[in-house]
């Protein structure tokens, strides 16, 4: 049986490390959009494959719903965070209320 403190921390890690990836992703991508693939080397595009492989996922109805604004910068990361964090703090919540 595992106690509700304990279901409340791996729910806050496994939202902190989701969040964590998402950011680590947009830097990445902006990096090496701005300075090419080329000058850090195959490890870095590798990385970001993997990246990008893992929240596309997250990204992309995202992405269908916000409208095309015109701007080169992606909005939806930004969304996809701050609907993780409002999910995390209601699912604290709830669990902690049982409690």
Known sequence: MVSVPSLVVLVNVLITLAIFVLVLRTVLASVLLFRGRDRFGPVLGTITDYLVDGTEPLLA?????????GLS???SPLVVIIVLDLLGRLLTFA???VM
């Open 61 to 69: 109805p995202v992405r269908r719903l916000l409208p095309n604004v």
């Open 73 to 75: 910068f992606d909005f």
């Open 95 to 97: 669990l902690l209320r």
